[in-house]
């Protein structure tokens, strides 16, 4: 089940546009040629992105990259700020473990 929006009071109908395939975890997963790394995994029913030095989950908080909530490892570089990084075609994303901050 998909958890993409495809219809908005507002904007009205959104039309899909060319789907790429990324990784995450080992997972095959589909994501729109716009979508950042965050709406690709939420898309795709995943919620936690990584977690804390005490194993708290974390995930999407703040949608702007001004907070380190949804940081992911990219292609093995970590912190890479999930919510404002668009997402490649190929792309290898890996939740991230422990205490990070984010490469401003």
Do not use: Y
């Amino acid at each position: 089940m998909s958890r993409r929006v495809v219809a908005h009071p507002i904007l009205g109908d959104l039309i899909e546009e060319e789907v790429i395939e990324f990784e995450f975890e080992g997972l095959k997963l589909k994501a729109l040629k716009s979508d950042t790394i965050a709406s690709a995994l939420i898309s795709n029913g995943i919620d936690i992105f990584g977690f804390s030095e005490s194993g708290k989950p974390k995930g999407f908080f703040c949608a702007i990259g001004k907070c380190s909530s949804c940081l992911v490892v990219v292609d093995g570089v970590p912190n890479v700020r999930a919510c404002i990084t668009p997402v490649r075609d190929g792309m290898r994303v890996e939740r991230q473990k422990g205490k990070g901050k984010p490469v401003w």
